[in-house]
């Protein structure tokens, strides 16, 4: 077993593009007349393929900043409790509003849109040997599948660069070709963690499009310790967490009022009670609401996992259910939770026994990653003993957004 977290750029990332294609010499030079934005035609160079890619990352990351709260707010996975106005969002009605999903549509495509333009501008420079063998442009196709996936987990429906409007699963199909893409690239540059990178990301688009025994191809191709993280850091011109400055410098969003409040000993889960210097609970930013930190993320430079090897477990854990294998899904579940010193669980009785620890054992491996709330619309469509109750008289996706509709000229 390995452990090891994979950075989706570098601080390439941060302000050095302008420089790209520079020689070392050329760096300290103050000789430069009104340099201003790079030229189109200055990005077609292999030089620039490192900042390319870097681009790509800065989008993703703040495509996922822009909406993890909205996200963990209607999924339940927090409560809220501070002086921001969010709507209908924590009742789970997500549709009144579209004109206020209009910045986190727009940038969830922004991260698709730049990540596979790039992808297609690479394809110019490079001769096709070098391609399929690059390490960027593996990681490339990597980050153009993760803006895909995500894309497909919170859309109820999608539009693709101004086209008509289409299935969530839409993007789904294309984050299949990509990781696809990115597995066989990343084999050629021999980089095992963007091939494990593009497995996992490969094993959920599976499972979301029913293929089952294809998720658990991909999955066990990923070990128990490997993350993929989206980037933030505190570096000028960086993407913060943003979620760690509300939840640690201001209290906007406190685990009191989520699914979690009352969950204390569970490792994936962690969270405490802030007290006021008289020893009383701390209240939310409104005043009222009492506060319960979040401590998953504490620093505004934590990143973001796209892909654990514990949760790829959970999803090995899912399709044995769905086959019947009780003692195969427990047997999942608790390599997952060896990994966080967790005791084993015992094997349900019964299916129907099994699917309320399925869906909390995979809801705790992904708290706050902003993952949950498609898990709740798939389990919910699907009905039965596998829908999560608290998913009843909620919505567990968000409409095209008003903007968009009102732009596009197809929809």
């Given at each position: 077993m390995t452990s090891m977290s994979k950075k989706l750029g570098t601080l390439a990332l941060f302000g050095l593009v302008p420089m790209v294609g520079l020689g070392?010499?050329?760096?300290?030079?103050?000789?430069?007349?009104?340099?201003?934005?790079?030229?189109?035609?200055?990005?077609?160079?292999?030089?620039?393929?490192?900042?390319?890619?870097?681009?790509?990352?800065?989008?993703?990351?703040?495509?996922?900043?822009?909406?993890?709260?909205?996200?963990?707010?209607?999924?339940?996975?927090?409560?809220?409790?501070?002086?921001?106005?969010?709507?209908?969002?924590?009742r789970g009605i997500l549709f009144d509003?579209?004109?206020?999903?209009?910045?986190?549509?727009?940038?969830?495509?922004?991260?698709?849109?730049?990540?596979?333009?790039?992808?297609?501008?690479?394809?110019?420079?490079?001769?096709?040997?070098?391609?399929?063998?690059?390490?960027?442009?593996?990681?490339?196709?990597?980050?153009?599948?993760?803006?895909?996936?995500?894309?497909?987990?919170v859309q109820c429906t999608s539009t693709i660069d101004g086209g008509p409007e289409?299935?969530?699963?839409?993007?789904?199909?294309?984050?299949?070709?990509?990781?696809?893409?990115?597995?066989?690239?990343?084999?050629?540059?021999?980089?095992?963690?963007?091939?494990?990178?593009?497995?996992?990301?490969?094993?959920?688009?599976?499972?979301?499009?029913?293929?089952?025994?294809?998720?658990?191809?991909?999955?066990?191709?990923?070990?128990?310790?490997?993350?993929?993280?989206?980037?933030?850091?505190?570096?000028?011109?960086?993407?913060?967490?943003?979620?760690?400055?509300?939840?640690?410098?201001?209290?906007?969003?406190?685990?009191?009022?989520?699914?979690?409040?009352?969950?204390?000993?569970?490792?994936r889960v962690p969270w405490e009670i802030l007290r006021d210097p008289a020893g009383e609970i701390q209240k939310g930013q409104d005043g009222e609401t009492p506060f319960y930190q979040q401590e998953l993320f504490q620093d505004e430079g934590d990143d973001m996992p796209l892909i654990r090897g514990t949760e790829m477990l959970t999803l090995r854990a899912e399709a044995a259910l769905r086959s019947g294998d009780l003692p195969g899904m427990t047997a999942r579940l608790n390599e997952a939770r060896d990994f966080y010193g967790m005791d084993d669980l015992a094997v349900p009785a019964s299916v129907a026994d099994a699917w309320p620890i399925m869906r909390f054992e995979r809801a705790a491996t992904v708290w706050l990653m902003g993952k949950r709330i498609y898990d709740l619309r798939r389990w919910k469509d699907e009905g039965g003993v596998v829908a999560e109750p608290f998913a009843a008289d909620r919505d567990t996706c968000w409409d095209i957004s008003d903007e968009e509709r009102r732009s596009n000229p197809n929809l």
């Open positions: 070392c010499g050329d760096v300290l030079s103050l000789d430069v007349e009104a340099p201003g934005r790079i030229t189109e035609d200055a990005l077609n160079s292999e030089q620039a393929i490192p900042g390319i890619v870097a681009g790509m990352s800065f989008d993703l990351s703040q495509s996922i900043d822009g909406a993890l709260q909205d996200i963990n707010v209607a999924d339940g996975d927090t409560g809220h409790g501070g002086s921001y106005d969010l709507g209908t969002y924590p509003t579209p004109e206020d999903w209009d910045g986190e549509f727009g940038s969830f495509q922004q991260a698709r849109w730049v990540a596979e333009d790039g992808l297609r501008r690479i394809a110019t420079i490079l001769e096709p040997a070098a391609f399929e063998g690059n390490v960027f442009v593996a990681r490339a196709y990597v980050l153009a599948g993760f803006a895909n996936l995500r894309l497909g987990e289409v299935s969530n699963t839409e993007h789904f199909n294309r984050a299949d070709s990509l990781f696809t893409r990115a597995a066989a690239v990343a084999a050629a540059a021999g980089d095992d963690d963007l091939m494990q990178a593009a497995h996992g990301g490969r094993a959920s688009v599976r499972a979301w499009l029913l293929d089952w025994a294809g998720a658990v191809a991909e999955a066990q191709q990923v070990d128990v310790g490997f993350t993929y993280d989206a980037i933030f850091s505190l570096a000028v011109g960086a993407v913060s967490n943003d979620f760690v400055f509300e939840t640690h410098d201001r209290f906007e969003y406190s685990v009191f009022g989520s699914n979690w409040e009352f969950v204390t000993d569970d490792a």
